[in-house]
């Protein structure tokens, strides 16, 4: 089975310079025990903080018996 997601986050915090804005994408294939995930997430003003910007990649493995 193939799963897919999207997820989008904001936080507006006080005194903060800039919202912190926050996108992840997501695929998984499961094909009985085994499965395999690819993470994509891209973060603006990280912290509060404008012009803090990163990107973050993942790749996981599971293994079930």
Partial sequence: ALT???GR???DT???TADE???QFEAAYNLGGATVAFSYQQTEND???SGQDGDAYSV???QSF
């Fill in 4 to 6: 897919l997601g999207v």
């Fill in 21 to 23: 804005e926050t996108v």
């Fill in 47 to 49: 912290g509060g903080t």
């Fill in 9 to 11: 986050g904001d936080v």
């Fill in 14 to 16: 006080t005194g903060a």
């Fill in 60 to 62: 996981t493995y599971k």
